[in-house]
């Protein structure tokens, strides 16, 4: 507590490629964090009595490790993070403990009481990320607010965002005092270039005559 506030989150995004994650929990809840994981490139052992069809094909093919056991604390060894997404309060808050000790992040599925971290709602538009979240206090709350960015964050933003990244490296190539390639990269990102954009797109798509 703060001044008798919670202590507000630090927002951030981890580059999780190569690090070595552990999943404790393979049911539907655990397969659909597992997939997050894989996404951006972790490396990951699970570890669960049973699975569902989806993790074991994972594992059969090698994308994952499986240890086909209940949890012990010497699998957060070495790990960067763990999610813990078992069916049992009780284990999820042994995990949560043993991070803790270890200094290893830990997120059990909900359970706010036993998270370093949360999943956000997010909006996704290729490179182009919005997270949401509400520490926890209502998960719905993120998930509508996901839907209404969605409608207006649209498609068209995943290329904007691959032109602006194509913009950017070439500026950052091109020798030029510091203020002005900065008001060049504001320029670049503001509405009304968005806009130019679009038209261009608009009109590159339309059937010739």
């Given amino acids: 507590m703060l001044g008798g506030y919670p202590v507000p989150m630090f927002p951030l995004f981890l580059k999780l490629e190569g690090r070595s ?3 404790v929990g393979a049911g539907p809840v655990g397969e659909g964090k597992l997939q997050s994981l894989l996404r951006a490139g972790a490396r990951v052992t699970v570890v669960s009595p049973k699975a569902t069809p989806g993790v074991r094909r994972l594992a059969k093919s090698g994308e994952i490790v499986w240890r086909k056991r209940k949890f012990h604390r010497r699998d957060l060894e070495g790990k960067f993070l763990v ?3 078992t ?3 009780r284990t999820n808050e042994v995990i949560f403990g043993e991070a803790r000790r270890r200094g290893v992040l830990c997120n059990a599925v909900d359970d706010p009481d036993h998270c370093d971290f949360y999943y956000p709602a997010v909006v996704t538009r ?4 919005i997270a949401i979240s509400t520490g926890g206090a209502s998960p719905e709350l993120a998930s509508r607010l996901r839907k209404e960015l969605e409608s207006w964050v649209g498609p068209e933003y995943e290329l904007w965002v691959n032109e602006l990244g194509r913009r950017r490296k070439a500026l950052q190539e091109t020798p030029m005092p510091a ?3 900065q008001q060049l990269l504001r320029r670049l990102a503001s509405r009304r270039a968005f806009e130019q954009f679009l038209r261009k797109d ?3 798509k339309k059937p010739a005559r």
């Fill in 21 to 23: 994650c552990l999943l």
């Fill in 83 to 85: 999610v813990a997404a």
């Fill in 87 to 89: 069916a049992s309060h």
């Fill in 126 to 129: 290729g490179n182009l990320q």
């Fill in 179 to 181: 203020p002005r390639r």
């Fill in 202 to 204: 608009r009109d590159a």
